[in-house]
């Protein structure tokens, strides 16, 4: 296609004009300096181009500003749908975000076997032993308030989770 608009520029007696150098992509880097130099609103900026690009950490973060309201107002829906992109992707503190935001119905009504469904992801991932015992405390606590039915749900669901990349 290129091609073709540079011919077609030639015929037209135009001077092809040089393609600008493309700009160098945004990385985490870029976010975290953002975010040390207090520029918050840039780094959700880059995080919103990471994350529409599928890189899950950035959609994790990205799900925590509109979460927390870093940049504006709390936006459930959108904390919801950016955490739900990472966590399918395995990312725990996606899975983590999702499970307090249905166990205290943010957004969405309360449904504590979803966040029990959530912690159970959570805690199946490859985990340092401090944070699996924090997750499995939580989730075992959850679990009180559950039926058998529920939970079985829950443990099928962790059995057969596969991270799918974006």
Same mark, same amino acid.
Not at 15 to 20: D, G, K, N, S
Not at 51 to 70: I, K, M, P, V
Not at 72 to 85: I, L, N
Not at 98 to 110: E, F, K, N, S
């Given at each position: 296609?290129?091609?073709?608009?540079?011919?077609?520029?030639?015929?037209?007696? %135009?001077? #092809?004009?040089? =393609? #600008?150098?493309?700009?160098?992509?945004?990385?985490?880097? !870029?976010? &975290? &300096?953002?975010?040390?130099? *207090?520029?918050?609103?840039?780094?959700?900026?880059?995080? *919103?181009? =990471?994350?529409?690009?599928?890189?899950?950490? #950035?959609?994790?973060?990205?799900?925590?500003?509109?979460?927390?309201? $870093?940049?504006?107002?709390?936006?459930?829906? *959108?904390? &919801?749908?950016?955490?739900?992109?990472?966590?399918?992707?395995?990312?725990? %503190?996606?899975?983590?975000?999702? #499970?307090?935001?249905?166990?205290?119905?943010?957004?969405?009504?309360?449904? *504590?076997?979803?966040?029990? $469904?959530?912690?159970?992801?959570?805690?199946?991932?490859?985990?340092?032993?401090?944070?699996?015992? &924090?997750?499995? !405390?939580? $989730? !075992?606590?959850?679990?009180?308030? =559950?039926?058998?039915?529920?939970?079985?749900?829950? =443990?099928?669901?962790?059995?057969?989770?596969?991270?799918?990349?974006?």
């Amino acid at each position: 296609m290129l091609v073709r608009v540079l011919i077609c520029l030639a015929l037209l007696g %135009g001077a #092809a004009v040089p =393609l #600008a150098a493309p700009a160098q992509a945004v990385t985490m880097e !870029d976010v &975290r &300096r953002a975010l040390a130099d *207090k520029r918050s609103f840039e780094a959700f900026q880059y995080l *919103k181009e =990471l994350a529409e690009a599928g890189n899950s950490d #950035a959609q994790y973060e990205l799900g925590g500003f509109y979460h927390w309201g $870093r940049v504006g107002a709390a936006d459930f829906t *959108k904390a &919801r749908h950016w955490y739900e992109r990472a966590a399918q992707q395995g990312n725990v %503190g996606a899975m983590l975000g999702l #499970a307090v935001i249905h166990g205290h119905g943010q957004g969405v009504p309360q449904d *504590k076997a979803a966040s029990y $469904r959530w912690l159970v992801l959570a805690s199946s991932q490859h985990l340092p032993p401090e944070d699996a015992a &924090r997750i499995a !405390d939580a $989730r !075992d606590d959850l679990a009180r308030h =559950l039926t058998a039915e529920q939970i079985e749900a829950a =443990l099928a669901e962790a059995r057969s989770f596969v991270p799918r990349p974006e």
